[in-house]
Structure formats: structure tokens, C-alpha cells
């Protein structure tokens, strides 16, 4: 069994931050973080960032600059630091794992940026 807890999420104001983490925890041996995804209302989930090997890191353009992932790979463990936080970042974020080629999916943690 592999299980993914989210934290993090939370309401702020435009131009502020958060950081959000994913643990992973259970059968996890070689499991690998992949990135954070997010979900908007009435919107499809889209890829924010995505993170491979540890250190090679790719950003949706939209918050390119403002977002930063990170692995912590002893800990099983993946972050994203979210800064200057705009209104249309808002949405659940969801991290992603990979382990055996199959993907995991955190609960998803609610970010809502108020205007």
C-alpha cells in the first residue's frame, strides 16, 4: 500500500506564498516523486510542476519564475513553494508519484488566493 498526505494548502492574498508537501509513506521502496498538478473549478487538471532524477525540474508556463519544486528523496518527501501568489492559481493541488510504473495520487490540498 502506498500512501500520499498533502499539506500546505490554505487561503492567502495575491503577492503571497505558501509551500505545500507531499508525503509518501507505506510499500515505498523506489518510489520516485514526479511534480504537483492542480485542479481549477470546471477546469481540467493541468501539470504546474514536475520534477525527475531529483534535480531536473519543468514548470507550466504560467508559473514559470514563481514556483519552485523540490524532493527530498531520504524522506520521500516532495515540496512546491509557491510565491506571488495571483487569483487564477486557485485550485486543489495534487502531488504525484511514481513507483513501478504505476502512478499515485495525493487527496489534494485546497489553495485559494484571494484578490
Known amino acids: 500500500q502506498v500512501s500520499l498526505v498533502e499539506s500546505g494548502g490554505g487561503l492567502v492574498q495575491a503577492g503571497g506564498s505558501l509551500r505545500l508537501s507531499c508525503a509518501a509513506s507505506?510499500?515505498?521502496?523506489?518510489?520516485?516523486?514526479m511534480g504537483w498538478y492542480r485542479q481549477a473549478p470546471g477546469k481540467q487538471r493541468e501539470l504546474v510542476a514536475r520534477?525527475?532524477?531529483?534535480?531536473?525540474?519543468n514548470y507550466a508556463d504560467s508559473v514559470q519564475g514563481r514556483f519552485t519544486i523540490s524532493s527530498d528523496n531520504a524522506k520521500n518527501t516532495v515540496h512546491l513553494q509557491m510565491n506571488s501568489l495571483k487569483p487564477e492559481d486557485t485550485g486543489v493541488y495534487y502531488c504525484?508519484?511514481?513507483?513501478?510504473?504505476?502512478?499515485?495520487w495525493g487527496q489534494g490540498t485546497q489553495v485559494t488566493v484571494s484578490s
Open positions: 504525484n508519484f511514481v513507483l513501478a510504473s504505476r502512478y499515485y
Open positions: 520534477i525527475t532524477t531529483g534535480t531536473t525540474t
Open positions: 507505506g510499500s515505498i521502496f523506489g518510489i520516485a516523486p
